[in-house]
């Protein structure tokens, strides 16, 4: 059976952060006066005290947690996460809809980007701070960040990391899950910090630095300008957003071999010289075909061909160019891009490269072993052999992500937007990027949409984060069955 005190506590815990985090947009609430410090002290009170109650009102119970209520407690902890967070927007008046404080609060916690606020610049500055923590908060995972704190609480952590992370990744960073956790949130918090050091001194104000610093880190892409990454001129702070987007993108195995200088691990591992040769490849392409049709010169059409190509790769969806305003096929090119994903192991959402790759590498096999029906052909990555059932797992994955892609196309135009539109709502939305292609390009928001597009949307961008299993597995009648 499954364990409802396990649960219960550990949302209580997510809760009771999430309550102290409300406090931290109070320092530019009351520094620029934006009059918006009373809804976060309202809200940080009535989620910690939540968050609290149902710690307390547990503890003591039997807390084991195992394989269901780890994912029990994700999904769970995800959506009690969304509830509370969105209270800063509705008892501040600023989005008074519950539908669009929700869209706003699952798109940043998601690290979607999607955003239905018309101007964001007029938006209250503590609020503008509390969209960007969202995204931070949601880069990395606040449940990762709780298995840091879990040896205090006395509740075990492994479950949990197995349902937040489900994706395939190679390499094992450390054999205990906890000091992981802690090497996960060490480095992200350093480059964050790194950045927003960088950026400041580039010429952005420290609010706008610390924001942009955070919504870089997670590649969530909320901006606290109208005209995102674009308003800022400096050529400069593009190239800097541009290379961290990058860095957030890479498997942070990677990232922790390269702090211990083992360059050989780095090169060695495939999906890591995948992402670099087709993040490469990619940007000379759309650095050539910008060129060559429009009037821009070298410099400005390589940084905003390499600059869009990682951020829609990333996931990120920071903007300084119209991609749907440059050639078709280019427009093409971005909407298959919404596709892809970085690295596994990254803040990046989507598909994840590394699945990419299993699946070319063992479809080129496959024309082999037709060549040679007796023979023992095994796809190897990164020098091992890949278990027959995590290759059935990606093509799973694979086709279970085609038939939500195409299903929430269906149900989306169903609800009143054309064709074109839907297929970019719900692959941003599926692969958490953000801009899309037709009425939600990069230019446009979600505002337009209805209130049942909306909840569809968040569904998909919940489903899209948790790499789909992590949800749909609630759905089945063996995740239910006692035995």
């Given at each position: 059976m499954i364990n409802h005190?396990?649960?219960i506590q550990v949302v209580g815990v997510l809760l009771a952060l999430v309550g102290l985090l409300m406090f931290l947009p109070l320092i530019f609430s009351w520094y620029y006066d934006s009059g918006d410090g009373s809804s976060f002290l309202l809200s940080g009170v009535i989620t910690l005290a939540v968050g609290l109650l149902c710690y307390y009102g547990t503890k003591g119970k039997d807390?084991?947690?195992?394989?269901?209520?780890?994912y029990l407690i994700v999904s769970m902890g995800w959506l009690a996460m969304f509830a509370f967070s969105a209270l800063p927007y509705i008892i501040s008046g600023h989005i008074p809809s519950l539908t669009n404080a929700y869209f706003e609060t699952v798109s940043g916690m998601t690290t979607t980007g999607a955003t239905i606020l018309t101007d964001i610049e007029s938006t209250p500055q503590g609020l503008l701070f509390w969209r960007s923590m969202t995204q931070w908060i949601g880069g990395m995972g606040i449940i990762v960040l709780t298995i840091a704190v879990f040896?205090?609480?006395?509740?075990g952590g492994i479950e949990l990391f197995v349902a937040e992370a489900p994706g395939p990744v190679?390499?094992?960073i450390h054999p205990r899950i906890k000091a992981t956790a802690r090497a996960l949130w060490v480095i992200y918090v350093a480059l964050t910090c790194i950045l927003c050091v960088l950026l400041y001194v580039e010429g952005m104000t420290f609010y706008d630095a610390i924001n942009h610093a955070m919504t870089t880190m997670a590649t969530g892409g909320f901006s606290t300008k109208n005209a995102s990454v674009a308003f800022f001129q400096a050529p400069i702070i593009h190239y800097t957003i541009l290379i961290f987007m990058f860095i957030a993108g890479v498997n942070y195995t990677i990232i922790i071999f390269?702090?211990?200088f083992r360059w050989a691990r780095i090169w060695q591992n495939e999906e890591f010289r995948g992402y670099l040769i087709i993040v490469a490849f990619l940007s000379l392409l759309v650095t050539y075909l910008v060129f060559s049709s429009t009037d821009a010169g070298i410099e400005r059409s390589f940084r905003d061909a390499t600059f869009q190509v990682v951020s829609i790769i990333t996931t990120t969806g920071f903007v300084t160019a119209d991609y749907t305003s440059?050639?078709?096929?280019l427009t093409a090119?971005?909407?298959i891009l919404l596709f892809a994903g970085a690295s596994a192991g990254s803040t990046s959402g989507g598909i994840k490269l590394i699945r990419h790759v299993v699946f070319f590498k063992n479809s080129l096999l496959e024309f082999k072993r037709l060549l040679h029906p007796k023979a023992i052909i095994r796809l190897r990555m990164n020098h091992e052999i890949v278990p027959a059932r995590i290759l059935t797992h990606i093509l799973v994955f694979l086709l279970i992500y085609l038939g939500v892609f195409i299903v929430g196309t269906i149900v989306v135009s169903g609800l009143g937007l054309d064709l074109l539109s839907s297929m970019g709502a719900v692959a941003t939305s599926l692969g958490n990027v953000g801009p899309g292609i037709g009425a939600v390009g990069p230019l446009d928001n979600f505002a337009g949409?209805?209130?049942p597009t909306k909840w569809v949307l968040m569904f998909l961008m919940l489903l899209g984060r948790l790499e789909l299993f992590t949800i749909l597995i609630l759905f089945t009648p063996y995740f239910w069955k006692t035995k």
């Open positions: 005190f396990a649960v807390n084991s947690v195992h394989k269901r209520e780890g040896p205090f609480l006395g509740i190679s390499d094992k390269l702090v211990r440059w050639k078709l096929s090119l971005f909407f949409l209805n209130d």
